[in-house]
């Protein structure tokens, strides 16, 4: 089996294939990111980080994957440290750290950033999220835990909860669990439907959707819930705001007796309780971990 | 009984036939040639009946040989457009518009928040998801456009 890709810009570049790959690759790194091995395989690399987004969860766990794997990273976690400030272009400033570097994460809030870099620089160059627009890595990991937790992605029945018009990490993840065939039911208020155009491309690929705005019409047979915070910026009325929060709330009392677990890209607010944390359904800390070795696969599969 | 008068246009000596336009898109076209301008004549045949198309638009415009660039635009609103070159009253050369795999630099991406309206030194790139109806994708940001935002961007009618 072998990697086709030379960057990780968008989900919709993978194969089946190359999703597996990764999986598989992230499954061997687990023990040395838990420290349980030592590797040393990316020694002497050097990995650019360019931030110009604040992130803390995908930065710091890039940098460990790499340090995990014997390498190093330099590069800068705010545009306000970069020479950004000073008015410098983007693909100079890329241009310049890809011949220093090895590899290059980015993260911008301008979509298609990565993209551009990537035809820009001659290392390889991956997506940490450019703003509403892709965060392929985000979409791998999540991947990973379900095939961590429940031993597969095909034969699961996946509800994306909350946010399903904005939310770019649904967005990506309803594209790949359509690759893998994989069930799926979408939870919103009507307001933050899954835009028609991602309907549209899932029903191109014989997925159908069940679309409902009741988490309680789906917790009977889902197995994962994945959970997106509801922006309160999306609703002019904060009356409705407050209600339909309320109404997308996962506590420790609705999950009661079903069989599903709960997952979030995190940072979460207040749309799991924190009564949730400690009980079997909550993997959102977890799935943050497995953040890790999907990063180091990634890595290892792209540092030459 | 009154017999239709035959309906006299003056024929181009040099000049270019756009025919077989979308129908009721020939405003549209003009606007792609910015068009109407004070030293040009311009005929403009809207709705018309079409033995390949049922209905269709025409301009004819007098003194005019169009650039490629322009011709890649029209391609984008009439998909089934031709092209004919006259001079000295002959049609010199005549070709379809060609409806491209890759939209390069004609036009724009809708999306304000897309690093190619940003003046990165970058140009432009769409592929053509779907022709009829016509749905592009911008390269970069990845956000799709479709007919009626990619008209928007050719200035109000
Ligand atoms: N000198 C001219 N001035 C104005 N219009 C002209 C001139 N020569 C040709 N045309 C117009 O250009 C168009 C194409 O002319 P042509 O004689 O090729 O017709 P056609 O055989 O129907 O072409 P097609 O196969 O493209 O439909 C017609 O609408 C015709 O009226
Ligand atoms: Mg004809
Ligand atoms: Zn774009």
Request: net charge neutral; hydrophobic share 40%.
């Amino acid at each position: 089996m072998v990697f086709s890709q030379g960057d990780i810009i968008s989900i919709r570049d993978f194969s089946k294939d190359d999703i597996k790959y990764i999986l598989r690759t992230a499954e061997k790194m687990e023990p040395i990111a838990r420290s349980l091995e030592k590797s040393d395989i990316l020694y002497g690399k050097l990995l650019g980080m360019l931030f110009y987004e604040p992130s803390t969860r995908t930065r710091l766990s890039f940098e460990a994957a790499m340090k995990r794997l014997g390498g190093c990273t330099i590069g800068f976690s705010e545009a306000r440290t970069s020479s950004a400030t000073k008015g410098e272009k983007l693909s100079d400033t890329v241009r310049t750290v890809g011949e220093y570097t090895d590899a290059l994460v980015l993260r911008h809030n301008m979509e298609g950033t990565a993209r551009l870099a990537a035809d820009i620089v001659d290392v390889p160059v991956i997506n940490a999220g450019d703003g509403a627009g892709q965060h392929p890595t985000q979409t791998l990991l999540d991947l990973y835990t379900m095939k961590r937790l429940l031993g597969k992605i095909r034969n699961l029945h996946v509800a994306l909860v909350g946010d399903l018009k904005y939310g770019r990490t649904v967005h990506s993840l309803a594209y790949a669990l359509a690759m893998f065939g994989t069930r799926m039911s979408f939870v919103s208020p009507p307001e933050l439907k899954m835009p028609r155009e991602i309907m549209e491309d899932l029903n191109g690929a014989g997925v159908s959707v069940h679309e409902t705005s009741a988490i309680r019409d789906v917790l009977p047979y889902v197995d994962v819930l994945y959970v997106t915070r509801i922006q309160k910026e999306r609703f002019p009325d904060p009356q409705e705001y407050l209600k339909i929060k309320g109404a997308y709330t996962i506590d420790k009392d609705l999950l009661k007796n079903s069989e599903t677990i709960v997952m979030h890209p995190l940072p979460r607010l207040d749309e799991i309780a924190t009564d949730v944390d400690s009980t079997p359904y909550g993997k959102y800390f977890q799935q943050a971990f497995y953040g890790v070795p999907v990063r180091m696969a990634l890595l290892k599969s792209l540092i030459k | 009984m009154k017999t239709p008068k035959e309906l006299k246009v003056t024929p181009i000596r040099n000049g270019t036939v756009i025919d077989h336009i979308t129908a009721n898109k020939a405003l549209h076209v003009l606007k792609i040639l910015n068009l109407p301008s004070q030293d040009t004549s311009v005929t403009i045949g809207m709705n018309v009946k079409s033995t390949q198309m049922g209905a269709k638009d025409l301009v004819k415009i007098e003194g005019r040989e169009l650039r490629s660039g322009e011709v890649d635009k029209i391609a984008l609103i009439a998909p089934h457009a031709t092209i004919n070159i006259i001079r000295d009253y002959e049609i010199v050369t005549k070709g379809k518009v060609n409806l491209l795999e890759k939209i390069s630099g004609i036009i724009n991406c809708g999306n304000p928040n897309c690093i190619t309206n940003t003046g990165e030194p970058v140009d432009s790139l769409f592929y053509v998801t779907s022709q009829e109806p016509l749905v592009v994708r911008c390269y970069y940001c990845e956000r799709a456009m479709d007919q009626s935002e990619i008209e928007e961007q050719f200035g109000p009618l």
